[in-house]
């Protein structure tokens, strides 16, 4: 797979397959947050089969790169037109994925939408009721417009991980999405 600059990024579609906290520390705008574990569930559902695909990655990823690739073949992505290394983005291109501490955002007051991510059946702890509202990421792409975009939207799974995929894909359709740290087991724990 060919390795790119940043000047050759042009109109392609980012997957940024970090794992969470780094992607929440710093990418770039439009990016997508798939990681290897959730890459081959979501791809299909989220990116266009018809458009190049460009990875960013970090340096310890390049081993799983090409196992990355003949996924996204597998999936039916054809243009992957290479990758990028994240450490080697301009800092000023990079934007921050705004996140909360569990026990911050048990103390909210205001008019907020809580989006829990994860799909019912998996539900085993349940969220705080609270302006609770519940698309499965699987989802959000058809039902994101559901939302009201003039709230804050809180982001909550099981552990963060989709629920900052989850808003990675809400920035990209405008929305200014916060990740819930920790996931719902922090949740558990702050309001205890």
């Known amino acids: 797979m060919n390795k790119l600059n940043y000047s050759e990024i042009k109109d392609q579609q980012l997957v940024d397959s970090r794992l969470q906290h780094a992607f929440q520390a710093g990418h770039l705008k439009g990016s997508l947050n798939l990681n290897p574990s959730n890459f081959e569930k979501y791809a299909a559902v989220y990116l266009d089969a018809d458009q190049p695909v460009v990875f960013v990655i970090s ?14 073949e597998e999936l039916g992505f054809t243009q992957i037109d290479g990758f990028v290394l994240a450490d080697e983005l301009p800092q000023e291109n990079l934007e921050t994925t705004a996140t909360i501490p ?15 991510v994860r799909h019912p059946d998996e539900i085993t702890r349940p969220a705080p009721e609270k302006n609770l509202v ?15 975009s003039s709230k804050d939207i809180y982001t909550l ?8 995929a989850a808003a990675s894909y809400l920035a990209t359709k405008g929305f200014k999405p916060t990740v819930i740290e920790g996931g719902i087991k922090a949740v558990q724990e702050a309001s205890h």
């Open 59 to 72: 340096r310890e990823q390049q081993a799983e790169l090409d196992e990355m690739a003949t996924l996204a």
């Open 102 to 116: 569990a026990a911050a955002f048990l103390e909210k007051e205001d008019d907020y939408i809580l989006l829990d």
């Open 134 to 148: 519940n698309i499965p990421f699987e989802d959000l792409l058809h039902d994101h417009a559901s939302l009201d």
């Open 157 to 164: 799974c099981g552990s963060g991980n989709r629920s900052t």
